[in-house]
């Protein structure tokens, strides 16, 4: 009865205690960031989950599985426990441990499962933790330097809780020992945890004042040197005003010295550090424990660069200010860039050491040599830009250098890429341009951007034949490129013209001159169709994205076909429809592919973006010849018979038969065709769709028309 009365209360206690302790040791480890701490809340964690589980035992069959998990969790709660004072001490724990910990975890299960005697199951498991204990008050025990023998209290409490372990599995079936046991280890752990925390505090306590004790030391330092300079001022005659000028004479060092922005050092005669401040140790990786006594030139100068230093005293140099801009070495290996200014401490005409003021310039050197790469470089492309072109012929010419040949180059179609697609497109296309040139020229010649689209090879002492040469070359990487066309990358066409001068013939802005114009014909014989091509690479990209269905635009052109038909149009009528049915979504090739193969429904964003596909594919049309025609059908086949479409709002016959004709065939091969987010309707359904948007979508007449069609088709099969 008594069991029964105080073993719930004496569980719960300790849970509550446990609680508070993880929490505790949670908080401390969130603002300090210790691993032991960490190790500790596991170790109390591990703790309170066995007491919870020892709460739930009832006396059934499910209890051995508890008793188990509790004992594991009991080893784990031990483990954490001397883990943690172990690196808390500074100590290396045996990894070995773990096997121990594999083995003991091994025995609870099979104990478990063979239901041995308490006494065989729980000797392992009791003296382990026991031995845990023990260890981890001893380690406790030995450390020094905590609070007045804090921690020979902390591990007594542990030893003796460890001892308190090894008679469990003798004492554990004694009905008293049962509950004053657990009352007694409820105890222990809960003096122990209190003493651990009290341990830890002092620890952070004794950490300030060390820190405390630094700083004396550095004040103590610069106290010193204070009184060397106030040695070298001479004695003054009255003592106050001696007084006064040292207080002035000190916060002016402070500021100067402590408190700058820049990394100073100061340097005896023998060339080793006397002090450094704050923003050194910040700049250079190094405290003043490190630093102090040591060669400036062994921290910091490379080695590379070391005969070169100029920031340490020269005995041969007159006493002089000195300021220089190099290359130091941090801490971690990493250079930077300095400015250093030195300057020598004379006292009686006698120098006594240096001052070394170090400022960090890899800003500004890396700002001037973006600047001077810009000032260079083509941005985009990495050729060299227009004005460094420029400057170059005009050395030329100052060099007087007799032969030049030139190779203009022109990118076709950028202007039509740029506004169908997007300048995203037109930069890749200038990128590959640029890369097909490099590769064509030697290291020696000179390829610059010097336009939108327009490219330029400067070659000295190269021929005609040779001038041929590159602009082959230049054209047959252009259509292996081609060769290797994907959907992200658009089919390249590059117009070229050359011309050179022998021995002074003629100007270089004239052999430019003609150069480009030689060009310029190249691009009038290549441009149209360069631009077809382009537009037939886009319906090829449309369809590699996997956009336009197998036999989508076959079926359409058939049914437009029958329509026409029906209607007796033209035949140059029946031909426009025709090509609309094959490019009337080439504008697609625009919009985004997440928005294309979207599995769901579209935002209104994402519906505010698609409907840009019949301006872009009316663009892309009015490019090209083979698809001028039909431009303005394109545009237009998304409006609807109440003029509530897109993009222009027309109403009725307003909008070209053309567009109403493919509005319907479109609709109805897609209601028809299934998609990866959504299946085919049947042919019933699609034509039920037609009718109900009879006169508000689609156009009446032609919607009748194309059922009869599909209803005489259906009466032949």
Known sequence: MIYMLTMPCLIITSIFSTAILFAVYIYLYIN????????????????????????????????NILISIGNMAFILSSYYMLRGTYEFLGKKLNKGWIRYIVFLFVWVIAGGIMKLDFTIYSIPVYFFMGAVYILTGIAFMKAKGYVNYGNKVVGTILSIYGLHKLDYPFLGNVSWFISYGYMISVYLQYFAAVSILAVFFQSMRNEAIAEKERAEAGEKRLNKIVTDQKEMMGELKEKKEVEKNLDIERTYFKQLFEDSPEAIAIIGMDEKIISLNKSFQNLFQYNIEEAVGKDIRDLIVPKEIESLSLDTFDFQNDEKVVKVESIRRKKDGSLINVSILRYPVIYENVRTGVFAIYTDISERIDFEEKLRFASMYDSLTGVYNRSYFESYINKLERNNVPNIGVVMCDLDGLKFINDTLGHGFGDKMLINAAEI???????????????????????????????????????????????????????????????????????????????????????????????????????????????????????????????SSKLNLSSQIRNEISLLAQFHDIGKVGIPDDILNKNEKLTEAEKTIMKRHCEIGYRIARASTELQPIADFILKHHEWWNGEGYPIGLKGKDIPLQSRIISVVDAYDEMTSGRQYRKAMSNEEAEAELKKFSGIQFDPDIVKVFLSIIDEEAAIK
């Open 32 to 63: 300090e960031r210790k691993n032991y701490i960490k190790y500790w809340a596991i170790s109390w964690l591990y703790y309170m989950i066995k007491d919870i589980l020892t709460l739930f035992m009832k006396g059934n069959t499910y209890d």
């Open 437 to 563: 040139l490099k590769m064509c020229c030697d290291k020696e010649h000179i390829t610059a951007r010097v336009g939108g689209d327009e490219f330029i090879v400067l070659v000295t002492n190269g021929d005609t034949n040779y001038l041929e040469k590159i602009s082959g070359n230049i054209k047959y990487l252009a259509d292996k490129y081609n060769e290797g066309y994907t959907e992200d990358n658009i089919m390249m066409s590059i117009s070229t013209g050359i011309d050179c001068r022998c021995n002074f013939s003629k100007s270089i802005h004239d052999v430019i001159r003609e150069a480009d114009n030689n060009m310029y014909m190249d691009k009038l014989q290549r441009k149209q169709s360069s631009r077809n091509s382009l537009a037939q690479a886009l319906m090829k990209a449309l369809e590699e994205k996997n956009y336009i269905t197998e036999g989508h635009s076959q079926r359409i052109i058939s049914y437009a076909d029958k329509i």
